[in-house]
C-alpha cells in the first residue's frame, strides 16, 4: 500500500481501497499503522484511498486469500522488516488481529469484473508497482476490447 501511495498518479483514475478485515471501528488505527510505517521507512506523501472494513472475511474467501504459516508469516523478509522498525524506534506490540491473514492486491476492471488477484505467499511479498500499473493497464483494455 505503500509504495502504491508513492506512486499514485501512475494508476491514473483507478480507484484503490484499502479492505481490512479488522472492525470498521478499528479503521483508523490501521490506517494511522501505515502512516507510522510510512515515516519509519521514509515513504509515502498519501494515503488518500477508501477504508473498508470486512470482518467476516467475505472478500477475502471470495478472492482465496489464505492464511500463512508460522515459517512463512516469520521469514527472514518480514523479520527485516520488523528490525527496521524497531531500529527507527517503533515498539513491538501485541497483536489485536489475526497476524496470520495474508492480504492480497485485486484489479477489477471499469465494469466491475475481477480482472487479476496477487496472492503473496507471505507478508513481504508484494507485486510490485510496476506489476500493479500494469494489471490495471491490462484490466482497462479487456474492458474496452
Do not use: C
Not at 72 to 95: D, F, H, Q
Amino acid at each position: 500500500m505503500l509504495a502504491v501511495s508513492e506512486h499514485r498518479e501512475r494508476f491514473g483514475d483507478a480507484h484503490i481501497a484499502v479492505v481490512t478485515f479488522a472492525e470498521r471501528e478499528r479503521l483508523a488505527a490501521h490506517r494511522q499503522w501505515l502512516l507510522d510505517r510510512r515515516d519509519a521507512t521514509a515513504g509515502a506523501s498519501s494515503l488518500d484511498v477508501a477504508w473498508l472494513a470486512d470482518p467476516e472475511r467475505t472478500l477475502y474467501r471470495a478472492l482465496e486469500l489464505s492464511r500463512a504459516s508460522l515459517w512463512r508469516l516469520y521469514n527472514p523478509g518480514t523479520i527485516r522488516l520488523y528490525a527496521r522498525l524497531l531500529r527507527s524506534g517503533r515498539r513491538m506490540r501485541k497483536p489485536v488481529d489475526d497476524t496470520r491473514q495474508l492480504g492480497g492486491d485485486a484489479v477489477f476492471s471499469p465494469d466491475g469484473r475481477l480482472h487479476r488477484v496477487f496472492r503473496p505467499p507471505s507478508p513481504d511479498a508484494r507485486p510490485s508497482v510496476d506489476e500493479l500499473v500494469g494489471a490495471v493497464g491490462a484490466a482497462r483494455q479487456s474492458d474496452a476490447g
